[in-house]
């Protein structure tokens, strides 16, 4: 099992930028896709940006152009750089691991962007 630790959420205005980060501290191996989902209130939790350990991303449609996924491989360390910030984007964002014995998911940090 994987334990993912999730940072950097928080209170930002209209067009601000925050930048989550997501480590597995103890993991040994590499592992094979890091991602972000998110989950506003009343809605389903959605991808919102994947990067495998080859550095492949996969962008949710309404992210892409503000968004950026990155990774540190030697530390199985993901990142989520977000520009131009909208009160839509305003959820709770999940961490994502998918390794060779499965998927883990962190606890989640809340992003909220409002005036």
């Known amino acids: 099992q994987v334990t993912l630790v999730e940072s950097g959420g928080g209170l930002v205005q209209p067009g601000g930028s925050l930048r989550l980060s997501c480590a597995a501290p103890g993991t040994t191996f590499s592992i094979y896709m890091l991602g972000w989902y998110r989950q506003a209130p009343g809605k389903q939790r959605e991808l919102v940006a994947t990067?495998?350990?080859?550095?492949?991303?996969n962008y949710n449609e309404s992210v892409k152009g503000r968004f950026t996924i990155s990774r540190d491989g030697a530390k199985n360390t993901v990142y989520l750089q977000m520009n131009s910030l909208k009160p839509e984007d305003t959820a709770v964002y999940y961490c994502?691991?998918?390794?060779?014995?499965?998927?883990?998911w962190g606890q989640g940090t809340q992003v909220t962007v409002s005036s």
């Open positions: 990067i495998t350990s080859s550095g492949r991303t």
């Open positions: 994502n691991a998918e390794y060779y014995a499965g998927l883990s």
